[in-house]
């Protein structure tokens, strides 16, 4: 029962991975580029949701979609002013510069705010339901249902509407795309939107579960997830969800091993494995570069 | 000129430098905060002048310096406390170890190419540090105690060694081929340029001296801890190169001594130095994205009158 027990934290870990994961890889997919920012976009999601709950008295489900618009609109702000003009630049420059709104997003909270940890406030009593000897708690099951709700929803997105038709056909050849009269600048920064939008949603269930927030919280579970996204296939919306829900089981377990100390260093692993052994992910296919 | 002339020329320079700095501070004349403001510039110098090798000569974009200069200060200051070994002896040895470790990252992560040996070496950085926080024999996540024995002529020389070999690496036959390898790796290969040897040797290289900076830097500040050598160092280093002109010798140098000399006047402001920093990462990714001096080096300055293609 121990075992289910962590494979149910570790599904609820990876839940949250994933929902930042799918924002790295739509974004990665659309332009090719390592969004470094997409850890603090999290990050502001979370404090939105902080602010809306414990300062503006916010039901949680408001909360958590002032921080989804808010989130997005910040992501479509810094697609507009810091990788816009970089769309033909060399892929250094534009992952330096996502490196650079990555820190000045940290920092200038942290300027305004302090760099002390903030504690969730509590939305609701815990309350533990038992399955079959499994203690479950209802975060746990407010994490799941959002997460999956929100997969969902983003999967009808992506392949029932018109935008995210032209998402798939910008990811696929922008020019040929914009040869057929989509607008490719709009297609981007609706993906940056989406991404965005659901790495905040991430934020607030982050904090609810895990009840403490910092301006630097962003940093970890950014790169993790962006391994997530590199596990499962960068650029593939299922691989992401995989990706995710995979690291997140995997930490649990080397957790509940006794090797807590060792969890971040268990997803580099993961990750530099996955590159060497198969970099075009668990979903990917091989392509080889031509001259 | 003649090329032997120019050389002592520099030579002489540099040894002028470091006689004048030396009079100063055994006459007392450098306060103690300089001083290791001096020091902290020499060690910034040699992390951006080794990591220059591989992002700016090479084209190998890797962020997780900061792993191998945890390398090199963890191994030289367990030869010096624990084995009680001369420090040059421990220079060597944690550079030696550092370069080692760079071999061992290199080879596996240098097949692959731009963003994704971008996260590798992040990776390889971070599980370095994570190694470093369950070792107890190191002190674990809480540290480990140095003595202080940098000095101005440690750090000086391991500047000029860094300088000097980088700089001489980079006009010879192999760092002509790195080169290649930067500005189009399929073509060099299609030369006949063996990339991936010329990739590690350069990442071998710049781990070597970051494994230097590495030394100096644990026997300056009596206490080193993981937590220095995250993200935020080797972005701290990144930003040195970038600034100064990715495959410019120089201007990671002159990046080097005014970021941290900038960040020295700072300390009090440590949000407000990121925030600048930051600031000036992307604007100057979004103005002028080969960074302020682009490839070329100091001396090109000078030279008046001399027409042709811009020399590497």
């Known amino acids: 029962m121990e075992w289910i027990q962590q494979l149910v934290n570790g599904i609820s870990l990876g839940s949250i991975y994933a929902l930042i994961a799918l924002g790295y890889t739509m974004v990665y997919g659309i332009i090719k580029l390592i969004n470094f920012a997409h850890g603090d976009v999290f990050m502001l999601g979370a404090f939105i949701g902080f602010y809306a709950i414990a300062r503006w008295e916010m039901n949680v489900f408001l909360a958590l979609i002032l921080a989804m618009i808010l989130c997005a609109v910040i992501g479509v702000i810094i697609e507009r002013v810091a990788y816009k003009r970089l769309r033909n630049a060399t892929r250094i420059a534009a992952l330096i510069t996502a490196i650079g709104v990555s820190l000045l997003i940290e920092y200038t909270v942290i300027f305004f705010r302090g760099a002390s940890p903030s504690a969730y406030p509590t939305i609701f009593?815990?309350?533990?339901?038992?399955?079959?000897?499994?203690?479950?708690?209802?975060?746990?099951?407010?994490?799941?249902?959002?997460?999956?709700?929100?997969?969902?929803?983003?999967?009808?997105?992506?392949?029932?509407?018109?935008?995210?038709?032209?998402?798939?056909?910008?990811?696929?050849?922008?020019?040929?795309?914009?040869?057929?009269?989509?607008?490719?600048?709009?297609?981007?920064?609706?993906?940056?939107?989406?991404?965005?939008?659901?790495?905040?949603?991430?934020?607030?269930?982050?904090?609810?579960?895990?009840?403490?927030?910092?301006?630097?919280?962003?940093?970890?579970?950014?790169?993790?997830?962006?391994?997530?996204?590199?596990?499962?296939?960068?650029?593939?919306?299922?691989?992401?969800?995989?990706?995710?829900?995979?690291?997140?089981?995997?930490?649990?377990?080397?957790?509940?091993?006794?090797?807590?100390?060792?969890?971040?260093?268990?997803?580099?692993?993961?990750?530099?494995l996955i590159l060497i052994i198969r970099p075009s992910g668990i979903f990917g296919k091989n392509a080889r570069e031509k001259v | 000129m003649k090329k032997s002339k120019v050389f002592w020329s520099y030579l002489a320079l540099a040894l002028v430098i470091y006689a004048v700095v030396q009079f100063l501070i055994s006459g007392n004349m450098v306060s103690y905060a300089s001083q290791n403001m001096l020091i902290t510039m020499c060690i910034n110098i040699m992390l951006a002048v080794s990591l220059h090798v591989v992002i700016g000569i090479t084209g190998q974009f890797s962020i997780g310096h900061a792993g191998f200069l945890a390398v090199g200060a963890y191994i030289s200051a367990?030869?010096?406390?624990?084995?009680?070994?001369?420090?040059?002896?421990?220079?060597?040895?944690?550079?030696?170890?550092?370069?080692?470790?760079?071999?061992?990252?290199?080879?596996?992560?240098?097949?692959?190419?731009?963003?994704?040996?971008?996260?590798?070496?992040?990776?390889?950085?971070?599980?370095?540090?994570?190694?470093?926080?369950?070792?107890?024999?190191?002190?674990?996540?809480?540290?480990?105690?140095?003595?202080?024995?940098?000095?101005?002529?440690?750090?000086?020389?391991?500047?000029?060694?860094?300088?000097?070999?980088?700089?001489?690496?980079?006009?010879?036959?192999?760092?002509?081929?790195?080169?290649?390898?930067?500005?189009?790796?399929?073509?060099?290969?299609?030369?006949?340029?063996?990339?991936?040897?010329?990739?590690?040797?350069?990442?071998?290289?710049?781990?070597?001296?970051?494994?230097?900076?590495?030394?100096?830097?644990?026997?300056?500040?009596?206490?080193?801890?993981?937590?220095?050598?995250?993200?935020?160092?080797?972005?701290?280093?990144?930003?040195?190169?970038?600034?100064?002109?990715?495959?410019?010798?120089?201007?990671?140098?002159?990046?080097?001594?005014?970021?941290?000399?900038?960040?020295?006047?700072?300390?009090?402001?440590?949000?407000?130095?990121?925030?600048?920093?930051s600031l000036v990462l992307i604007l100057v990714m979004l103005y002028r994205p080969t960074g302020l001096m682009g490839t070329k080096e100091i001396t090109h300055l000078f030279k008046f009158g001399k027409k042709g293609g811009t020399r590497i």
């Open chain 1, 125 to 272: 009593e815990t309350s533990n339901f038992e399955i079959l000897g499994v203690k479950i708690s209802t975060q746990s099951i407010l994490i799941l249902s959002v997460s999956i709700f929100l997969m969902i929803l983003l999967q009808f997105i992506v392949h029932k509407t018109k935008i995210g038709k032209a998402m798939r056909a910008v990811s696929h050849d922008a020019d040929a795309a914009r040869l057929m009269g989509i607008n490719v600048d709009n297609t981007i920064s609706a993906t940056f939107a989406i991404g965005s939008a659901l790495a905040g949603a991430a934020g607030v269930i982050f904090g609810i579960y895990y009840t403490r927030i910092d301006p630097l919280m962003g940093v970890l579970p950014g790169i993790k997830a962006f391994i997530a996204a590199v596990l499962g296939g960068i650029g593939i919306i299922p691989g992401a969800m995989v990706g995710g829900l995979v690291l997140g089981v995997v930490e649990t377990i080397v957790s509940a091993l006794g090797y807590s100390l060792w969890r971040d260093a268990a997803a580099f692993v993961i990750l530099i």
């Open chain 2, 78 to 277: 367990i030869c010096t406390m624990k084995f009680g070994m001369p420090f040059v002896t421990a220079i060597l040895i944690g550079a030696v170890v550092s370069a080692l470790a760079g071999l061992l990252v290199g080879i596996p992560s240098l097949r692959l190419k731009g963003d994704y040996l971008a996260i590798a070496t992040l990776g390889f950085a971070e599980i370095i540090r994570i190694v470093f926080v369950n070792i107890d024999y190191v002190g674990g996540a809480a540290g480990m105690q140095v003595t202080h024995q940098s000095t101005w002529t440690y750090a000086f020389f391991g500047v000029f060694i860094t300088i000097l070999v980088i700089s001489n690496f980079t006009k010879s036959r192999h760092g002509r081929a790195c080169i290649a390898v930067r500005e189009d790796e399929i073509a060099a290969d299609a030369m006949g340029i063996n990339t991936t040897y010329y990739k590690v040797i350069a990442f071998t290289i710049g781990s070597f001296f970051a494994g230097v900076a590495g030394a100096i830097y644990a026997h300056n500040f009596y206490i080193i801890q993981p937590t220095a050598f995250g993200f935020l160092k080797s972005f701290d280093i990144l930003i040195f190169v970038v600034l100064g002109g990715l495959g410019s010798l120089s201007g990671s140098v002159i990046a080097a001594i005014f970021l941290t000399a900038i960040s020295t006047y700072l300390q009090g402001f440590p949000e407000t130095r990121m925030i600048i920093y």
